[in-house]
């Protein structure tokens, strides 16, 4: 009898960022004219792709150029990965006329100098944008909302220089820079609606690119006729294991913010109040002023 084969996902960093490496590598220079019993590939645009890495001397000057530190996982993303050899082409419609854009597929931080910038200051700029206004957001922690937007945006200001600094890694994806978490989460900031997307650098990477890992696999459905994407077993396992240590986690400052809707609630193993389990509920305040009512979250579209 044969003895099944298990993929093993690397715990230590520096091993999973060269598994990582090695993996979407491999699966980018998959040749679609091969038998393939998987059936999956990778997009054309990525085809050949290449990781471009960063030396120790670079990643010491862009801390430099920007008053950061990366923490030492983030250090080692950087030197091992850091971002590919070229980038995602988006198309869009515009009076009638198909137009196109291109972004990295994670920041490039020695090129992307106006988008990193951009990304360094979106926190701030999108959660304000959801505590400006005279109903808008307010945490517990924040005492009475002030009436003039000046004082509310000085106690806003001064919450944030405290909570622990967001560094981007691609698009509204920021990773916790803090020294004394034993977890360094990446989280998807999109104004005050906050949650964690990987309670670490690999939890999260095994999150956002599955697909380029190639760690899902076709399974039929007898009913539809079709083929879906189901997770690998070891991922399962992965993810299953994180699940079970949620609850008790903590983010200085982020964990009240995330609390303030309840769509941020599960990233702790959390249940929202009011939510029974038995239907998708929308995304409402779990904190509410007494000044005002408990309201849905309205997304804004952020330029």
């Given amino acids: 009898m044969h003895k099944k084969q298990t993929l093993l996902i690397p715990e230590d960093y520096t091993e999973f960022f060269y598994w990582v490496k090695q993996r979407t590598e491999t699966f980018w220079n998959k040749s679609k004219s091969l038998s393939n019993t998987d059936g999956y590939y990778c997009p054309d645009w990525v085809a050949g ?30 030197r091992i990965l850091h971002t590919i050899d070229r980038k995602i082409v988006n198309e869009y419609e515009e009076e009638g006329e198909t137009k196109t854009y291109q972004k990295s597929f994670f920041y490039n931080w020695l090129e992307d100098d106006d988008e990193i910038v951009f990304k360094l200051n979106w926190p701030y700029r999108t959660i304000f944008d959801d505590v400006l206004p005279s109903q808008g957001v307010w945490l517990k ?10 004082e509310r945006e000085r106690i806003f200001a001064e919450w944030y220089a405290k909570a622990p600094k967001l560094l981007p890694l691609t698009s509204h ?8 978490l034993v977890d360094r989460p990446v989280l998807s900031v999109y104004g005050a609606d906050t949650i964690v997307y990987g309670w670490d650098l690999r939890l999260y990477l ?13 399974v039929f459905d007898k009913e539809d006729q079709c083929y879906y994407a189901e997770y690998r077993d070891e991922l399962k396992e992965v993810f299953d294991l994180a699940q079970q240590k949620l609850p008790g986690k903590d983010i200085p400052y982020w964990k009240e913010l ?44 952020y330029e």
Avoid: C
Avoid at 141 to 150: F, I, K, L, N, Q
């Fill in 141 to 150: 922690s924040w005492g009475t909302r002030p009436a003039s937007v000046e």
């Fill in 258 to 301: 995330m609390l303030y809707w309840s769509s941020g609630w599960s990233s702790f193993g959390l249940t929202p109040p009011g939510d029974n389990g038995e239907m998708v509920q929308p995304i409402m305040s779990t904190y509410v002023p007494e000044e005002q009512e408990a309201t849905q979250k309205t997304f804004r579209t």
């Fill in 206 to 218: 095994l999150n956002e690119i599955t697909d380029h890992l190639d760690l899902y696999v076709p």
């Fill in 49 to 78: 792709a290449k990781w471009i890495g960063m030396t120790n001397e670079q990643i010491d000057s862009i801390e430099a150029k920007y008053r950061i530190t990366f923490m030492p996982e983030h250090r080692a993303f950087l």
């Fill in 173 to 180: 994806r920021f990773l916790v820079s803090l020294a004394d």
